[in-house]
């Protein structure tokens, strides 16, 4: 059994840029055998030989194992370097790691909330959903960037649209063309609920936007136990050994980086250092 502390080799089979800079690795396997068994939610850590290793979230489709997906900001070194990548060059992975979002109820509304590169660990889950949309009452998603230019997944907006997923999008500066919402995703949050209790909500994005948005869901009525957020914090070594992501008795790495509410309820207010 190979440890989860020593990366394997897979090879970078296609690198697309979603925006100027948030680009897409599909990985796969060196040796093509399946690759590895992943639930929406969980990450896996990337490295980029000789620059660094970087928590990635795992966005790719849950019913198509084969390959691993990951959505990337270019932010530090590490990521930066992972931008100039091509087809054929190799990157170390360990993972996946983490808990993963919950499959709601059938029959229940499902709201799912994104801010900017949170779309990213949402996106299986809404594959998920699509695939199932006969299961649940009322799916949507509610969507917010800076401006137009930074939305990713185009395409897969359009196609979730023609599934049966409800999606309201808006920005927070408009351009010349944008017919949508202006404004954060807040106030988008109480007219999708129809009844709260049979809401199961999922947000991931910049934390200060998930305080606001969780806010509005306990105003309107649906319970921690059914909000779950997915955490970003400084996560470094994927088991919980170094350190770096605890969060009260939790280390984000393992114990998350998917959490109810209510499990971290009184620990969530406190701002990351």
Not at 29 to 35: E, P, Q
Not at 49 to 74: C, M
Not at 144 to 163: A, D, F, M, N, T
Request: glycine share 10%; hydrophobic share 40%.
């Amino acid at each position: 059994m190979k440890s989860n502390q020593v990366p394997e080799v897979y090879t970078v089979e296609s690198i697309s840029h979603e925006t100027d800079d948030v680009f897409t690795l599909v990985l796969a396997s060196r040796d093509g055998k399946r690759g590895k068994h992943f639930v929406p939610g969980q990450f896996n850590m990337l490295n980029h030989f000789g620059y660094g290793e970087a928590a990635i979230s795992i966005s790719g489709d849950p019913q198509n194992q084969e390959k691993l997906v990951h959505t990337i900001r270019a932010l530090g070194c590490t990521t930066k370097r992972m931008q100039e990548l091509s087809p054929g060059d190799e990157i170390g992975l360990r993972g996946p790691f983490g808990t993963s979002w919950p499959v709601p109820p059938e029959g229940s509304n499902v709201l799912l909330i994104a801010g900017g590169l949170g779309l990213a660990p949402l996106r299986p889950v809404l594959y998920r959903l699509a695939a199932n949309r006969d299961k649940y009452a009322r799916v949507r998603l509610i969507y917010g960037v800076k401006e137009p230019s930074e939305i990713i997944y185009r395409q897969e907006l359009k196609l979730w649209r023609e599934q049966g997923i409800e999606i309201e999008q808006t920005v927070d500066v408009a351009d010349a063309v944008w017919k949508g919402h202006v404004g954060v995703v807040t106030p988008l949050v109480a007219p999708a609920i129809s009844d709260a209790n049979k809401t199961c909500a999922m947000l991931c994005g910049p934390e200060i936007m998930m305080r606001f948005v969780i806010k509005e869901l306990l105003g309107s009525g649906v319970v921690d136990k059914n909000i779950f957020i997915s955490l970003e914090r400084n996560m470094q070594c994927g088991v919980g050994t170094c350190g770096h992501c605890q969060m009260g008795p939790f280390f984000v790495c393992k114990d998350g980086p998917v959490f109810s509410y209510e499990q971290v309820q009184p620990w969530f207010w406190i701002k990351e250092l």
